[in-house]
């Protein structure tokens, strides 16, 4: 082979690795993963949304792998082997319609983190919540009442975000809200520790990561963020490496 045609084999193989992020290490299938979802209906694929049969064919392809699928409250507990928690952000209707009877029919669990006041959205009901708490599978975690950047609201109000929506969750579930999750993924130190404070067990964080055990840092425990317009390749990289970067 002449030079040229190295260079250019050479050239496509790394652009292919950079796309792909190759250059990631994978990491031990031991670690535990945490999948961050928000919306999941049938419209165009972007950052916040998800299609239905796109998330099937991912909820499909971890149960091949024989990934278990767990609630982040079960997966802190015990984050053995090949363990999984799906998670959906901001409380969508459309969990409800299309990603619950995914979750149904694969058994798997989930964890749900409400914002009960947040705006401009499509919310679930009382009676969506009750019937997905009555499955079994869901876990509903909170999200802040509504929605707001906790690590720029006044003490006073942030305190009382963390706090009521644990109130307005365990008033809508009838059972312990014990896992938070920092809405746009924004925290300080102070912040970690109202959430602390309010007896939330467990906070997710949008860092892009996996890690090893989630039970040393259960308060800032990141994620892996998916995209609605992920490709296979994609998904699996951003499972096996903790990120993909579009
Ligand atoms: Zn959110």
Known sequence: MNTLVWLITIVLIL????????????????????????????EAPTGMNTP???FEAQVAWLKKQG????????????????????????????NYHYAFPILQKYQ?????????????????????????????????????????????????????????SK??????TGQACVSFAYPFGRFNEQVVAWVQQAGFRSAVTTQKKIIANP???????????THGA???GQFYVAFSRGRYKF
């Open 230 to 232: 992920m490709d296979k």
């Open 67 to 94: 990934y278990h699928f767990c609630t982040v409250t079960e997966l802190l507990a015990n984050p053995a082997t090949k363990k999984v928690a799906i998670t959906f952000d901001d409380g969508f209707a459309n």
């Open 52 to 54: 239905p049969e796109v």
């Open 108 to 164: 798997a669990k989930a964890t749900i983190y409400l914002a009960p006041q947040i705006a401009d959205i499509d919310k679930l009901t009382s009676e969506h919540i009750q019937t997905m708490q009555a499955s079994g599978l869901i876990e509903f975690g909170a999200h802040s009442v509504n929605h707001i950047n906790l690590a720029q609201a006044s003490a006073e109000q942030a305190q009382q975000e963390i706090q009521q």
């Open 15 to 42: 652009a292919v690795a950079n796309r792909y992020q190759l250059w990631r290490i994978a990491k031990p299938t031991s670690w535990p993963r945490l999948l961050m979802y928000h919306s999941i209906a049938p």
């Open 167 to 172: 109130q307005q969750i365990e008033q809508l």
């Open 215 to 225: 039970q040393q840092q259960p308060l800032t425990i990141p994620r892996i963020s």
